[in-house]
């Protein structure tokens, strides 16, 4: 609760980056010794060790190294590697959407990772969660918007034109508050729609 709790400085300064045919993934800026990798909590320090004797130090390092928040998998699947989370989005209707939530379990990794896993997906994902209530309250309020007859445009133009592209063909927000990964799955849905380049 208190990492989603964090000032706006944060969030402008976390980085956001849209990937070709509409993929995205967001840096991250949790600091919760459980959840992430890159701290010493004794059991990331176990599962360090043994992902080490493995496959070397500098692979474990380049492996735990990575460090985002969430992964967008166009069209439907968003991916938190860092907790081990995975959620498949399913539009049933223009009003209904099924998100389905899945915890993973590492291989070779201790028992208590995967325990800390079940935990994280029952706070963040259920209806009644603390972290998910005001995500939940922003879906509906602006659904509810769209069936206003105000207007026929929702806009998306947050970071428009400051978005900057980089060596591996993505293109990153210039703020962690751009809408370049929403753009960019519009752009690919028209793409794949229209077949236009």
């Not at 800026?29 to 130090?57: C, K």
């Not at 439907?76 to 998100?99: E, G, K, N, W, Y």
């Not at 208590?112 to 994902?125: C, G, I, S, W, Y």
């Not at 209806?127 to 309250?137: N, Y």
């Amino acid at each position: 609760m208190l990492q989603n709790g964090a000032p706006p400085e944060l969030w402008e300064s976390t980085g956001l980056w849209a990937a070709p045919y509409g993929h995205s993934f967001m840096g991250d800026y949790h600091t919760d010794s459980r959840l992430v990798t890159a701290l010493d909590h004794p059991v990331f320090r176990e599962y360090r060790t043994a992902l080490e004797r493995r496959v070397g130090a500098e692979a474990a390092a380049r492996i735990l190294g990575v460090s985002r928040w969430n992964s967008i998998v166009y069209p439907s699947c968003s991916f938190m590697s860092q907790f081990r989370q995975l959620r498949i989005v399913q539009p049933l209707a223009v009003d209904r959407t099924l998100v389905s939530a899945y915890s993973f379990r590492l291989g070779g990794a201790p028992e208590q990772m995967f325990r800390d896993t079940v935990a994280f997906a029952n706070v963040v994902n259920g209806t009644g969660s603390p972290v998910l209530t005001d995500d939940l309250e922003v879906y509906e309020r602006a659904q509810h918007g769209l069936t206003t007859a105000r207007s026929d445009w929702v806009y998306l133009g947050r970071g428009h034109g400051s978005d900057l592209p980089d060596e591996h063909r993505t293109w990153r927000g210039k703020t962690g508050t751009s809408e370049i990964h929403i753009r960019n799955q519009l752009a690919a849905w028209v793409r794949y729609l229209t077949d236009e380049p």
